[in-house]
């Protein structure tokens, strides 16, 4: 995100997210502001994947896509990963690390995230 009014809501969010713990509708109405800010910016992929995020999170009452996985990363020996489903803490995890591709969106690594989080978003609705 290139929007200076845009990056300060992005770290409201993150701020906010991290000291509450919970997905509510303030956060919702934020990312409908923050979506207004990709819109200025002329970048259509984050317009799309913020639509997306509040759309999921009004749906279906929470964020139940996972951070994508980084394939050069061997997590054989950690432990298992708990259920997005029932663990909001994991719900607010991958809002936060969503929140950091968005920060920094023209980073090539942090985009295909970016994809991949729309992909996934897109898969999830039409799923449910």
């Not at 303030?26 to 502001?33: P, R, V």
């Not at 980073?107 to 978003?121: G, P, Q, V």
């Amino acid at each position: 995100m290139n929007s200076i009014e845009g990056l300060k809501l992005v770290n409201r969010i993150h701020k906010r997210l991290l000291d509450t713990e919970k997905i509510d509708g303030k956060l919702i109405k934020d990312l409908k502001e923050l979506r207004n800010y990709a819109i200025e910016d002329k970048d259509p992929v984050l317009v799309k994947l913020i639509r997306l995020t509040y759309e999921h999170l009004e749906n279906f009452e929470g964020f139940f896509i996972n951070i994508p996985e980084d394939e050069l990363f061997d997590d054989s020996q950690n432990e298992e990963v708990g259920d997005i489903h029932e663990d909001v803490k994991l719900q607010i995890d991958s809002l936060i690390y969503l929140l950091s591709l968005i920060e920094d969106s023209n980073n090539k690594r942090n985009r295909e995230d970016i994809l991949e989080y729309r992909s996934r978003l897109t898969k999830y609705a039409d799923e449910n």
